[in-house]
């Protein structure tokens, strides 16, 4: 989040609690919430990477060839790493 992305989210939830009488265990549920869709959203970033897409081609253990099958070619370390805007989940079943 940015930074005016997260003083937005603090008024808001200033705002939220300054309105109602709240208990310390629905603050510390609806933190909780708000973690989860926080921490879900960075876990699905940050494996979005070739050795986890589809198009991944790992070569024979002997002479390792991996590289992408839409490109044709090994990435650079960066896309490897990250991902491209075409990567797509690989079902591992």
């Known amino acids: 989040m940015t930074p005016d992305e997260v003083k937005a989210q603090q008024a808001k939830i200033r705002e939220r609690y300054s309105q109602d009488e709240v208990s310390r265990a629905k603050v510390v549920k609806d933190i909780a919430e708000e973690l989860g869709r926080v921490v879900r959203a960075h876990l699905d970033e940050c494996t979005k990477c070739c050795p986890n897409c589809m198009f991944w081609i790992n070569g024979p253990r ?7 099958e839409l490109a044709g070619a090994r990435p650079p370390a960066d896309i490897i790493a990250h991902g491209c805007e075409k990567y797509q989940d690989k079902i591992p079943f």
């Open 62 to 68: 002997t002479a390792p060839i991996e590289h992408c």
